[in-house]
């Protein structure tokens, strides 16, 4: 079906290869066809240019998938760091066209919103990259994302309501937040569970990462609760 995410199962994925390696994903049973659209554990778009079902030539790991994918820059390779059993989306080309093009088109259309008519930049940073790990009982728990362009100033930049019980170190060990568009004045991203800040990640003055403020405790969400990472410039 049309405008569907795919995210069964779990990726292998090659730094500046185009082969990415599905593992229980059944992209053929879920219809995915060459044009869709792949986020990566890096976070990145992909134009999938190729699918190879198992039984096909060629060299593969058995009880596997296989695409060929191509970045929004018409490079084809995987730009990200080599990953085994990585997490992954599929988005579902609504066009049915192979041109990657349209996801150009799409990253610019976010990156445009972020200035008004006259040409004045209203956001504050972007293509933001981010990435929390929590635990859910003995599961981890991860939560990951790419937000494209640049987020206007109060703009979220997720929110995720709870089914369970999960919990994330006051230190959020293991999160990452790295800005592609950096900010032009000091900018904070606020962690907020159920809309109180708990912790946050400032960023400098043209600076691509930010600087960690812990919880002071560990943040827990109970099934009902939601997080939101929330995006404001200094004054």
């Not at 992954?88 to 150009?104: E, G």
């Amino acid at each position: 079906m049309q405008g569907e995410w795919v995210r069964f199962g779990a990726v292998n994925v090659i730094q500046g290869s185009p082969l990415v390696i599905g593992h229980t994903t059944s992209w053929h049973y879920s219809g995915v066809i060459i044009g869709d659209f792949f986020i990566g554990p890096d976070c990145k778009i992909y134009e999938i240019t190729g699918m190879y079902k198992t039984g096909q030539a060629g060299p593969k790991p058995i009880g596997s998938e296989r695409i060929t994918i191509r970045s929004l820059a018409g490079a084809d390779e995987y730009e990200g760091n080599t990953e085994t059993g990585g997490n992954y989306s599929i988005v579902r080309n609504w066009s049915n066209t192979t041109n990657s093009l349209i996801a150009a088109k799409i990253a610019e259309l976010f990156k445009a919103s972020a200035f008004d008519a006259g040409g004045a930049k209203t956001g504050v940073l972007g293509d933001v990259s981010f990435g929390m790990k929590g635990q859910a009982g003995e599961l981890e728990y991860d939560i990951s994302g790419f937000y494209a362009g640049h987020v206007p100033n109060g703009g979220t930049l997720l929110r995720v309501p709870f089914m369970r019980e999960v919990t994330f170190s006051s230190s959020l060990g293991g999160a990452t937040f790295e800005a592609g568009l950096t900010p032009e004045k000091n900018a904070t991203l606020y962690i907020r569970k159920n809309s109180v800040p708990v912790a946050s990640f400032q960023f400098a003055p043209g600076a691509a990462s930010g600087t960690i403020t812990a919880a002071a405790a560990d943040v827990v969400c109970q099934a009902g609760d939601i997080l939101e990472i929330v995006c404001q410039e200094d004054v």
